[in-house]
């Protein structure tokens, strides 16, 4: 069996990277530790604590340490796994694109947009410590992600920049700002399955796209170096990145709320244009195995050597498209 | 009189750089060649009108392109003059920062924080907008400023990591954000010069600072690199900062809604903490003076060519203690 390296941070003294096997993992227990990962490296960059402004600090800590399934840092690492990345670069990738989703869950539930109370089982962050510095702790998340990125050494400055485009890209106005703005306008109104693609492909595709792309970037993987492999990769990102919000949409109708950790059936409620209302439950659900099997196909026309270190991809394709919150 | 180039954009067709001689300029007309540049720059990166989100980009034109004075910008130019600075790095680098600027002022007008109707004249962004979609384009100008700084090429990625490290930090936790923070807490309190100092330092100071430090990169000056020209202008920064919000504060209590361009009285009717209602309006002046020739001796650290060069920063600290809106 292939044995891959990655570094591993459950060591009692901090992050220094450790390597493991880990293709002697089941997926279960690769995806825990790696999940355990993400946590020990939310801890480092948002600390609970800290001295000089402490209400930011730990709204900013409860809006990224709540939990969740931390989809977009598995993917970086997956992808990373493809290509033999440098594993701290993946540790920092991983991070900020998590402290870039969490901030948008903080303030996609605020009053003014989606108006949620509850969030992975817990009050939002909002409801927790205030309007202002829900939306306070977002945008210094924002900022963090960036900070995260570009660290005084460890990290090739090219490679900085790279990460710092790609993240940057996914989430403003092309990307997942945008995805949500057509989310917006979308609501209350009849809305073609297209139309609902183009939104998605922004709103949670972008970042998650944009997490396999990272992952990429740290094994010095773009449209020019390597473009074989670039171009699976990004497919890759793009269907699962669809694949991701298809399920959510039905989870929003079929999961209670101890489950999802957020309040169900949000979606129908708001007259939310979703997979589910515009091609009904069975529909959607086929097309969300259609795009796994595609997102499973695409990672086919890798290399070889990179198609045959692909597994934790292909499982995260099954894990998108078969998990029940 | 020494002869200084920068790149000019006032030309019909666009962009491109064009060297001519500033030092003939009066501080005046070099300000407004420049504020006219930040302007053609905004229009650049933050179109008004654009296919797929139009509404997210109109909000995002109209909170950035709305005019203001441009300090940031303009201090990134002038920081950039004493050190030869890339003219292409510099346009950027001058965007990005009025960027996270414009982004700020989305945020904090918003009615959960300054709940402010008026700014620079026009209604303010969420009055326009809405609140959602002034929360969204806050979000995806934070994000395009690193888009900006970041392009595919034209500026060395180094520099781009560079710039990138500077403005995250100036913006985040330990900025701009948890300045903001500071301040919410200390609303209501009484609050020593010494803390209206800690806050404002992050809140205004950090990313004004930051402005200087950007230009200063741009030039291939950072702590290690020219060690003697970053102490000087850092120094410069800090102070300039800090001179900023005193008088920021000193026009909240002298200055009429037509010329400051925002509702004046707001921070004594929130019984915000500020350098007035801390040390008097004279002693407040006093201080604002003392950081200008402060501001201005920090640059007589600088070496001789560059001492030279530094006529726009000297002007911009007059600029700042001087102003009246």
């Known amino acids: 069996m292939r044995t891959t390296i990655v570094s591993e941070v459950l060591h009692r003294n901090g992050l220094q990277a450790v390597p493991i096997a880990t293709d002697a993992l089941t997926f279960g227990a690769w995806m ?29 800590h409860y809006a990224a340490a709540m939990g969740g399934k931390r989809v977009r840092p598995l993917l970086v690492w997956a992808a990373g796994d493809c290509v033999q990345a440098d594993p701290q670069a993946l540790d920092r990738a991983a991070c900020a694109v998590e402290l870039v989703h969490a901030y948008s869950l903080v303030h996609d539930d ?57 993240l940057a890209r ?24 297209d139309d609902l693609m183009h939104m998605h492909s922004r709103k949670t595709g972008a970042l998650l796209k944009a997490s396999v792309l990272m992952g990429a970037a740290c094994g010095g993987v773009n449209a020019t ?13 793009e269907v699962i990145g669809l694949a991701f919000q298809v399920v959510d949409d039905i989870l929003d109708v079929t999961a209670d709320s101890a489950t999802l950790g957020k309040t169900p059936g949000k979606d129908a409620q708001q007259n939310k244009s979703t997979y589910v209302s515009a091609l009904g439950l069975d529909a959607a659900r086929a097309l969300a195995h259609t795009l796994r099997d595609k997102a499973q196909a695409a990672l086919d026309a890798l290399p070889p050597a990179q198609r045959a270190a692909s597994q934790r991809l292909r499982e995260l394709a099954d894990l998108i498209v078969l998990r029940e919150h």
Not at 171 to 184: E, F, P, V
């Open 32 to 60: 825990e530790r790696h999940q355990a990962k993400a946590q020990a490296l939310i801890t480092r960059f948002v600390p609970q604590h800290h001295p000089l402004v402490p209400q930011l600090h730990e709204a900013m």
């Open 110 to 166: 605020l009053p003014c947009m989606d108006d949620d109370v509850l969030r992975r089982g817990q009050p939002t962050t909002h409801v927790r410590f205030g309007e202002a510095l829900a939306l306070l702790a977002g945008d210094a998340l924002q900022a963090l992600a960036y900070e995260v990125l570009t660290p005084d050494d460890g990290l090739a400055p090219a490679l900085q920049a790279r990460l710092c485009a790609l």
């Open 170 to 193: 996914a989430s403003g106005a092309d990307g997942m700002a945008g995805g949500q703005t057509l989310d917006i306008f979308a609501t209350g109104g009849a809305v073609s399955g």
């Open 225 to 237: 170096h390597q473009a074989q492999t670039f171009t699976a990769l990004q497919t890759y990102g």
